[in-house]
């Protein structure tokens, strides 16, 4: 009888190398652009000293599947990585959070995706730098098909080219909670709407969200003003048909949209200094819906959840350290 999991993460796993500096300008984008509105700029052709760095891993697929095996969902995770260290890293460290690892692929000759994440020491806003490496290789084939096996289906960010198939794949298999990342925002509206009636919980940041509903005709002449504020974003999101729709709005926090009511959260403080954002919303997303799962679909009780997990992950370095388990978080 095979093994029937609470959720299966697809997505990316990473090395991720950070490193600090306070030799960088933020500058507003001289050229208009509403998706690039700052520029982080260095002194062209200089040597710059870094601060600290940090090795630590990543990548979206990677990062949700400990946060749900945390909070105690029975967890699995179809991701792919290289014949290398870090390869080695990701898969060791799934082991010790108690993730299923029967659908990690282990491909050949190639390296394990990884990502130099630039945090400014003084704006603590950080910009990544990645390199997709075997994360491109994810394929789903029927031998992962016929163990798929779950409730859930967290989907996350998909580099390859044939993510379409991936998805296609996991439809309808189980509930679908879909976070898209860069290649699935630049296909818009027209590469993404065959989706989106399958879709349980669609999870997007404000930025992400501006450029997907700018895609959409009947919104693309929208003023900036307009596009700024979450809840319109959300509301044109929903007329796509996810069942629940997520905009999250960094440290001004959430709002979710059921089809009837739009719930707003700021985001939880926290009593530490805030050190580290990555991993904020794969932290966000995992949390959120396996709320959803725990709590029977109570949507304040997912959206308390998931913006406790998600703050406590900026307390320190790494997209992984400070996950909380069920109680932990349930104690905040
Ligand atoms: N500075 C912060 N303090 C507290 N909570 C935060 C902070 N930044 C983010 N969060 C929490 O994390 C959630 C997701 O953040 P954000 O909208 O930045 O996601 P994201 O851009 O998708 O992140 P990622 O780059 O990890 O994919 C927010 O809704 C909020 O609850
Ligand atoms: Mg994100």
């Known amino acids: 009888m095979p093994k029937i999991y609470d959720v299966i993460t697809i997505g990316g796993a990473t090395r991720d190398i950070m490193f600090y500096t306070d030799e960088a300008t933020v500058m507003p984008n001289p050229v208009e652009d509403v998706t690039r509105q700052n520029l982080v700029c260095f002194e062209f052709g200089a040597k710059i000293s870094i601060e600290g760095s940090y090795f630590t891993l990543g990548g ?20 792919a990585i290289g ?7 990701v898969m060791e460290n799934l082991k010790k959070k108690k993730v299923d690892t029967k659908f990690v692929q ?3 000759n190639k390296k394990t995706g990884f990502s130099f994440i630039l945090t400014l020491e003084k704006e603590r806003e950080r910009t990544i730098f990645f390199y997709r490496g075997v994360n491109e290789e994810l394929r789903i084939t029927n031998y992962e098909l016929r163990s798929f096996k779950s409730k859930w289906f967290y989907v996350s960010s998909l580099s390859n080219k044939n993510w379409r198939d991936i998805l296609n794949k996991v439809l309808d298999r189980g509930k679908l909670a879909w976070n898209p990342g860069i290649n699935q925002i630049k296909a818009g509206k027209k590469g993404l709407i065959e989706f989106m009636a399958h879709t349980e919980v669609l999870l997007i940041n404000k930025d992400e969200a501006i450029e997907l509903v700018l895609s959409d005709e009947k919104y693309k002449n929208k003023s900036a003003d307009f596009l700024n504020q979450p809840r319109n974003l959300l509301l044109a999101l929903s007329e796509w048909g996810p069942k629940i729709t997520v ?3 960094g440290g001004n926090g959430a709002y979710v949209y059921d089809g009837k009511i739009v719930y707003y959260s700021p985001a939880a403080s926290v009593d530490k ?12 997303g995992a949390s959120f819906t396996a709320g959803l799962e725990i709590y ?10 998931a913006l406790v997990n998600s703050a406590s992950v900026t307390t320190e370095i790494g997209a992984q350290n400070r996950l909380l388990t069920l109680k932990e978080a349930e104690k905040n």
């Open 60 to 79: 979206g697929g990677n990062n949700a599947a400990v946060a749900f095996s945390r909070l105690g969902m029975k967890t699995a995770a179809a991701l």
């Open 247 to 249: 905009v999250t709005d």
């Open 273 to 284: 200094k805030i050190v580290d954002r990555t991993g904020v919303g794969d932290a966000f």
């Open 106 to 108: 282990k491909i050949k």
């Open 296 to 305: 029977k679909g109570d949507i304040q009780k997912s959206l308390r959840l």
């Open 83 to 89: 014949d290398d260290d870090n390869g080695r890293a």
